[in-house]
Each structure stands twice: as structure tokens, then as C-alpha cells.
């Protein structure tokens, strides 16, 4: 028997017909006793077996002493004993053909060099025959036929809202938490799914195998890290065709993974930056609020995925100036547009008899008490060809009389134009209501925020099969002249230059171009060359070289003893520039190549203004990446500033980015700072980067590092 896959898969996780709870308890206090109880609560119809050596019965049932005892063989087993028993279950599934089981335990690869064995033994026991789900699984739930193969206590409540949310999560608790929340609120699940350490079966492999289920129109992943990147991005690809969006809540914004980068890029990106780099790739729609997660599917499928179109345009309708104002600034913080009705919009409202006044929103006042205004006011906005979404903000009437308030609202539910609903009071019945009519409602302002947020910043897949990844353990860093000649073979645009011995200085040799120049030390030795003193600019003659070539020799040698400085790279002076920034380029151990566009300059780290993207990219999703580095505003024109050329910018990203295909080699590249010079003048890198391990890097520090960049 061979691993199962896909629809197969997918019917073994979450419809099997016989299953068996492998150290089922008697005493109905503890967390191994729950399974059986949720399994008789929730009407599961197939045939269930529970294993316990030690006891005839559990908790009134017949107890089988192993699995291999068993008449049938089950399609699922949940096992909940220790981790070495856990083991030994695994054994006996591969031995009598379970094809998949879920492992409670702990104490696996988590716990150091003995966990790690542990869990290499457990993955052996399966014999490639089993799949698993976990370690460290808080199990499976099926809430539509019945399956309920946990021990979260959440589950303890009768009846599991039911509906066409898929949910998987690294965290075991939070499959049960999402569901305590999502009660009484109109949100339902069609499946949920604890994977744990994903020792076998990882988030984005379960997923994939689910797709073709009809009864799951939306996916909800909780993610605490991005292992297994390749299988979540093939499910990212598979769920864009198939046409069911995904929200996912990410851990770990706090920037706290660049320690060991060798360039700048390394610290402005981080494992957040690059995670975010990474899911907007798979067109995934993050969130940022733990409750947003299971409130965003049902915008997410009403809102298509966004091009170029521009920025959304919001309106908003209430009965509640103030609660309205909350909304708007949650909004306006994410940088969502909110238009008001206009002038002639107004004017048919009015003759419709919905008098409001010209504003940023639209204040029924107390006339929102009124079906007819209601559904007046909404319909002709719905149609009016001025909003790509409107959110009615309903004030208290929303708790005291929740079917009066929410009638005319839910009336409009499935329009083109997406309807949500934010109630300013805590009122789960008109929520209920709402979500049932295909209004999405949310519970706190900051929730409907950054779930509109999300939908409308949301792009289609564009992230491509897994390339082979390079060990770069052994990676070293190229000097200055050999990073700038492979930069300038991928067609990023570099300042000439020229590399001379130290001792060749002041013997009358001619330089390639006109003084003034800048002379900096050129060395791998020294990555950041303005930190120990090794840049002089402004050289105006023969004797201002020499004099250089000894402070740098002078300051270098005191800040790093051990660097014989020997080499020097001398440029020309560049021009004016209208900004500086910084092109970089990194190998992310967990999502791959990724290309980052930042204000540039020693002081990159420090403004941290940045964009991240997965490489290669396209002129206009480099474009995209000018667009959110706020120190380029003045660049494109702001407030008649003189114009920088982004065109020939967002080329050499292009060209920065392309690295992913033709130098597998490189672990990180980077520009910095790259000037942008006047419109129609180019772009022009006057310091670079390289760090790589062999073959092509080897092959340009011997032969290209003595050699000019040409102009």
C-alpha cells in the first residue's frame, strides 16, 4: 500500500468510515476520554473502535486491546498516548493498513537532538505507508458528518457551526478558539484541522488535497512558521485556479531574523518581510486581527481578486455618526479610500426621500429606523456606479431589535457591489442574520478594517514551482570590483571604476576617466566600508589619491587589524541624484529569492522604509514595490520636486531580481546606494555586494576582480 495523496487523502482526514481512538480513557474528566463523547454528541455513523490494553470497557464501551485486534480496519486512527506508544501505534497502522493517524503527542523534534530521533523513529514506523498528521495535533474535526477526532475542550458544546470554511492550524488551540468565536455569529466550517509538527503532512499539502471538496468554499490558516513553503505555494497555485480564496494570520511581525545577513538587505527584511513577501505572492489575504481570520472568508469570496484598478472606493452609510467616525479612521489608518455620495447621488437619494447631508458618509440619522429608507438609500448607492464596496454601520437598535434593524440590509445582501455590516453594539443575533443573507458582519471595527484591507490589497498568485536550493554554508563574500562586474553582467547599472594596487599609487598611473573621484578600501574582508573609515570622496588630484590611500590604509587597519589593505577601487563622482536607494537581493531560507527596493545610504537599517517581493518580478510589480517606499514620494514629482527616473529604477530591480533565474549561486546581492538621477537620466549603483558560493562566484573574483566596469 502505497502513501495516500489527494481525493483520497483528503476522504481519510475527513470522512473516514471507520475510525479508532488509540488510548481511549475511561475516566470522562480527562482529554482522552473526550473524543468518545464528542464522536456520540456530534452522530458520527461510522464505526468506532477504542483502544485501551489495560480495561475491558471504556466509559461503558468495548475496549479492544490493540489495533491489530481490531475486525475491521479503520480509515483513521487518532492516537493519544505518550510519544514512544505513539511510535508503536504507528507501526501497527503501517502493519494492518490504516492509512493515516493522527499523533497527540509531544516530545518530538521540539524537544532538541532526542525529540528529533524520536521523531525520525516515528516517520520510519510509518513505513511510507501512513500518513500523519502532527505530532503535537489537537486532532480533526468534520463538524458535517460528524467526525470529531479531538480533544480541544471547545468542542465540548453541542453542534459545531456548520458552513464552507476550511481551516488549518499550526497551533492545536486555536482550531477550537476560532470556533468558540464564530458561534452564534453565522459562521460555519466545513472542516478544521490541527496539524501540529507537521512531521508528514503539512498545512499546505492537507489543503491541496481538499480543493476538490464542494462543500469548502474558503480556506482559514493559522501559520506560526513557513516550513514546507513549497507545499503551501502549490496550494496557493491550485486554490487560485480552483477560485477559493484563503485568509491566513500569520505569527511573528516583530523583526528579530536578520542577525546573521551579511548586508543590509538581510536586516530590512527580516522573517516578517519576508513572510509577507511570500503570501502576497501565493495571493493569500492576510490578516492582522486573530478574529479577522474567520470573518474574511466570506468577504474574500464576494470581492475578486484586484489588478491595477487603483485604490478601492469605500462608502460608508450609518445610523451612527460616531460609530461611523470609529470605522473610518480604522480605514483610513490602512490606507483604504472612503468616497462620499456625490452631488447627483445625493440628489436621488433626496427625490427617494433619503435626505442626508453632503458628507464623507452617508448619516441616515434616526430615518435609518425605516425599512424603506434603508433599503432606499442602499440600493441606489449599490447601483450608483460610485463605490466598489459599502459598509452600513448599525448603531444600538442592532441589539434591542436586531431583526427590524438588519431587514432591509440583509435584503441587499449578494449585490455586485459587496455589502458589510459592522454593528457598533455587541449584537450576535443580527450578525447571525446578516451572514445568513450574505451581508458579512463584523464585530469590532478594527476586524471589518483589516478584513476590506485585506480583500481589496489582495493580488493573484504569481509564485512559481520550488526552484533547488544551494547549500550556502560555505558562501563568501566578493570584493566591491568583483560584486559590481556580476551585478553588471545581469544588466544593473553600475558606476565605472577602476582597481589599483597600493603600491602602484603615485607612480604617475593614469586613470580611466577625470578627477574628482572617490577612493574606498577593496577588500571582502570589509563588507560596510564608511563604518571603519575606508571611503574618501571628493579626490580633486594624483596628491589627493595618495593622501587618501593613507587615511583609509590608517583607519581601516585600526578598526579592523587583521585587513591588509593592499587594493583600492577608485570612481568617478557621480552627479546629483534626486534620491538614493538601495537594491537588494536575498536567498530567504524559508520562501527563496526575494527582492527588496529601499530608501538607500549607511542609514538604510535605520529608515527601514522598504518593499519586499518574491524574485523574479515584472516592470510592474517592481513598479508596485517604488509605489510603497515612501521615501521615493519626492522622486515621482511630489509637490513639483524634480522627477526621478523610476522607470530605469524599476528596471534595474527587474534586472536585480532576475539573480533567482541566472545565479543560483548568490546568496545575497545588493546595490547600495543605487542613485536615481533626473527622468530620461538613468539610474547608476555606485557601491555593490555580492555574497556566493563557487563555480560562478569563484569564476568572477579570478578573473573580473582586477577589471574595470566599463562606462
Not at 136 to 147: A, Q, Y
Not at 252 to 267: D, W
Not at 658 to 668: C, D, G
Request: charged share 20%; proline share 6%.
Amino acid at each position: 500500500m502505497s502513501a495516500l495523496t489527494g481525493d483520497a487523502l483528503a476522504t481519510a482526514v475527513l470522512a473516514p468510515s471507520v475510525v479508532a481512538i488509540v488510548g481511549a480513557s475511561d475516566d470522562p474528566t480527562k482529554t482522552t476520554a473526550r473524543p468518545q463523547q464528542f464522536l456520540a454528541q456530534a452522530g458520527f455513523e461510522g464505526g468506532v473502535y477504542f483502544i485501551n490494553p489495560r480495561r475491558e470497557t471504556v466509559q461503558g464501551v468495548k475496549a479492544w486491546p490493540s489495533l491489530r485486534s481490531l475486525p475491521q480496519v479503520p480509515d483513521h486512527a487518532y492516537v493519544m498516548t505518550g510519544a514512544e506508544a505513539a511510535i508503536e501505534a504507528v507501526r501497527e497502522c503501517a502493519e494492518i493498513g490504516v492509512p493515516v493517524a493522527t499523533i497527540l503527542a509531544s516530545g518530538f523534534a521540539e524537544d532538541g537532538p532526542e525529540g528529533r530521533d524520536r521523531e525520525d523513529r516515528l516517520c520510519e514506523a510509518a513505513a511510507g505507508r501512513v500518513r500523519l498528521i502532527g505530532p503535537s495535533s489537537l486532532g480533526v474535526v468534520n463538524p458535517r458528518n460528524g467526525v470529531m477526532l479531538t480533544g480541544n475542550a471547545a468542542f465540548g458544546e453541542p453542534d459545531t457551526p456548520k458552513g464552507g470554511i476550511f481551516v488549518a492550524s499550526q497551533s492545536g488551540s486555536v482550531i477550537g478558539a476560532l470556533v468558540s468565536r464564530a458561534r452564534g455569529r453565522g459562521v460555519g466550517f466545513a472542516g478544521l484541522v490541527s496539524v501540529g509538527g507537521e512531521a508528514d503532512l503539512s498545512v499546505g499539502e492537507l489543503c491541496e488535497a481538499t480543493l476538490a471538496d464542494d462543500g469548502i468554499e474558503s480556506y482559514a490558516l493559522f501559520l506560526e512558521s513557513l516550513r514546507h513553503a513549497d507545499k503551501l505555494a502549490s496550494f496557493a497555485r491550485a486554490a487560485g485556479r480552483a477560485g477559493k480564496p484563503v485568509a491566513v494570520y500569520k505569527l511573528g511581525r516583530s523583526e528579530e531574523a536578520a542577525e546573521l545577513a551579511v548586508s543590509h538587505t538581510g536586516a530590512l527584511t527580516g522573517s516578517d518581510a519576508e513572510a509577507e513577501a511570500f503570501l502576497r505572492g501565493c495571493g493569500f489575504a492576510r490578516v492582522g486581527h486573530f478574529e479577522s481570520l474567520v470573518e474574511a472568508p466570506a468577504l474574500l469570496r464576494q470581492v475578486p481578486v484586484r489588478g491595477d484598478e487603483g485604490a478601492p472606493r469605500i462608502g460608508v452609510i450609518t445610523t451612527t455618526g460616531g460609530g461611523a467616525a470609529i470605522l473610518v479612521d480604522q480605514l483610513a489608518t490602512r490606507g483604504m479610500k472612503i468616497v462620499g455620495p456625490s452631488a447627483g447621488l445625493l440628489g436621488d437619494l433626496a427625490a427617494a426621500g433619503v435626505d442626508i447631508p453632503h458628507s464623507l458618509i452617508a448619516d441616515l440619522g434616526l430615518a435609518g429606523a425605516r425599512h424603506d429608507i434603508v433599503s432606499a438609500a442602499v440600493r441606489l448607492m449599490q447601483e450608483s456606479g460610485e463605490f466598489d464596496l459599502l459598509v452600513f454601520v448599525i448603531g444600538s437598535s442592532a441589539r434591542l431589535n436586531p431583526e427590524l434593524a438588519v431587514e432591509a440590509i440583509a435584503e441587499r445582501g449578494g449585490h455586485d457591489v459587496p455589502l458589510v455590516a459592522f454593528a457598533v453594539p455587541e449584537a450576535p443575533e443580527a450578525a447571525a442574520l446578516l451572514q445568513s443573507s450574505g451581508v458579512p458582519a463584523f464585530r469590532t471595527p478594527e476586524s471589518c478594517a483589516d478584513v476590506i484591507a485585506s480583500a481589496f490589497t489582495r493580488r493573484a498568485a504569481t509564485i512559481g514551482p520550488a526552484r533547488p536550493v544551494q547549500d550556502f554554508s560555505t558562501a563568501t563574500v566578493l570584493d566591491e570590483q568583483a560584486s559590481a562586474v556580476l551585478l553588471a553582467d545581469i544588466d544593473v547599472p553600475m558606476a565605472p571604476s577602476v582597481a589599483l594596487d597600493v603600491a602602484d599609487i603615485g607612480s604617475g598611473l593614469p586613470l580611466p576617466f577625470e578627477y574628482p573621484v572617490v577612493v574606498k578600501v577593496l577588500s571582502a574582508d570589509v563588507a560596510h566600508k564608511s563604518d571603519v573609515g575606508g571611503v574618501v570622496v571628493g579626490v580633486e588630484d594624483d596628491a589627493g589619491l595618495e593622501d587618501a590611500v593613507r587615511r583609509i590604509k590608517s583607519s581601516v587597519q585600526s578598526a579592523i587589524p587583521h585587513v591588509e589593505v593592499d587594493r583600492v577601487l577608485v570612481q568617478p563622482m557621480v552627479g546629483e541624484a534626486v534620491a538614493d536607494v538601495l537594491i537588494g537581493y536575498r536567498v530567504a531560507p524559508d520562501v527563496g529569492p526575494i527582492v527588496v527596493l529601499s530608501t538607500g545610504g549607511v542609514l538604510a537599517e535605520v529608515f527601514a522604509d522598504t518593499s519586499v517581493r518574491l524574485a523574479p518580478v515584472t516592470a510592474e510589480t517592481a513598479r508596485e514595490m517604488i509605489a510603497e517606499v515612501k521615501g521615493l514620494a519626492l522622486a515621482a514629482g511630489y509637490r513639483n520636486s524634480p522627477k526621478g527616473d523610476l522607470d530605469a529604477l524599476a528596471q534595474a530591480v527587474v534586472a536585480m531580481s532576475q539573480l533567482a533565474v541566472s545565479s543560483p549561486e548568490v546568496a545575497e546581492a545588493e546595490a547600495n546606494p543605487v542613485m536615481v538621477r533626473r527622468d530620461g537620466l538613468g539610474v547608476i549603483a555606485v557601491d555593490a555586494l555580492v555574497r556566493a558560493v563557487g563555480g560562478g562566484a569563484d569564476e568572477v573574483a579570478s578573473s573580473e576582480a582586477a577589471a574595470s566596469v566599463s562606462l
